[in-house]
């Protein structure tokens, strides 16, 4: 197949165009710079976000569009200025990018959106699948209005999946990015009363339910959102002391920040560290995926860095 990618330098989008190269895909990367010197005709193409233009060239004879750009949204504090830049790095590019396919010909198959759990916002620990609706905070609108700005190419007839992530356990980047050095030195701290659930994936399953619901057998049938979130959710206490014993560390439970300082060191971002939402794969294991990696213990073994 012939699949572009957005955010294909990023934690998932490079774990996935190198796992898609592997099996003699060909990978368009739609990057935001000027396409690199060395880099292949075709094989990198500039787009831009906010005005991906109708009928892109770059479009034409791709079977597939994985979209997972998006300004980071725990890279700074949320500033009105910031939180507008999370929006719009979302719900613009994605309305653009989806407008664009359907002025394609011949149109791609597949729409593949990255989204998040943080639609469910703060369910008080309760357990959630798919169906659930959205929250009320400025994610969950964040995410309602994300996932509805790829209406342009559903009503088109393109497939279109939502990948509803968790927190993706991979080395390098993401949640791990910022808590394996704290871990390492055995002085990651609880956050809050550390009872929240946070529901995860591991990087590694991440991208096989990414390539089950785009190339896997039967994803043509597989439309709409699905959680990627691994079956077993922890808590913050539980996930504290995974990454401790992984770095074979001590682990000290009264180690903690509590909420208040959180908020006020972090203000509405701290929203990441203290939400507690229990989200299950529903959809995916419905549909027949099993994960590598079941337990946060397994997934840290895997993926963090030897
Ligand atoms: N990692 C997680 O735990 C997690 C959980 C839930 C949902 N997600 C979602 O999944 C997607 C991919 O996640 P990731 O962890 O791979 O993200 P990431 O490492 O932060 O990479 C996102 C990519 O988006 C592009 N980007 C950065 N700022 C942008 C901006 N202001 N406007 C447009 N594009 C921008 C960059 O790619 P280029 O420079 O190549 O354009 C960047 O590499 C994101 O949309 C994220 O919200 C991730």
């Not at 407008?99 to 198959?109: E, Q, V």
Request: aromatic content about 6%; hydrophobic content about 45%.
């Amino acid at each position: 197949m012939r699949i572009a990618i957005t955010g294909s330098s990023g934690l998932i989008g490079a774990a996935l165009t190198a796992s898609l190269r592997a099996d003699d895909h060909q990978v368009v990367r739609l990057v935001r710079r000027p396409p690199r010197a060395g880099a292949q005709s075709g094989e990198e193409v500039r787009w831009d976000p906010r005005a991906a233009d109708a009928g892109d060239p770059a479009l034409s004879g791709v079977d597939a569009v994985v979209h997972l750009a998006g300004a980071g949204v725990g890279d700074h504090r949320w500033t009105a200025a910031y939180k507008a830049e999370i929006r719009a790095s979302r719900v613009l590019a994605t309305r653009a990018l989806a407008s664009a396919l359907t002025a394609t010909h011949p149109a791609p198959k597949a729409f593949i959106c990255a989204s998040a759990i943080g639609w469910y916002g703060d369910t008080g620990g309760r357990e959630v699948t798919e169906s659930a609706p959205a929250g009320k905070a400025f994610l969950s609108r964040v995410v309602h209005d994300w996932e509805a700005a790829a209406d342009p190419a559903r009503e088109a007839g393109i497939r279109v999946a939502h990948l509803r992530s968790g927190l993706v356990l991979g080395a390098g980047g993401g949640v791990l990015g910022r808590l394996a050095l704290p871990a390492r030195l055995g002085v990651l701290p609880r956050f809050g009363d550390g009872h929240q659930v946070m529901s995860w994936i591991s990087l590694t399953d991440e991208i096989r339910a990414i390539r089950f619901l785009l190339d896997g057998p039967g994803a043509d049938e597989r439309s709409g959102a699905y959680n990627l979130t691994a079956p077993n959710p922890v808590s913050n206490d539980e996930l504290t002391a995974a990454l401790h014993a992984a770095f074979k560390r001590p682990d000290f439970p009264w180690l903690r920040v509590p909420s208040f300082l959180l908020k006020l060191g972090l203000g509405e971002m701290s929203a990441e560290l203290l939400t507690s939402a229990r989200v299950l794969p529903a959809r995916l294991l419905d549909a027949g995926f099993s994960f590598d990696h079941a337990t946060v213990g397994a997934a840290l073994t895997a993926e963090l860095p030897r």
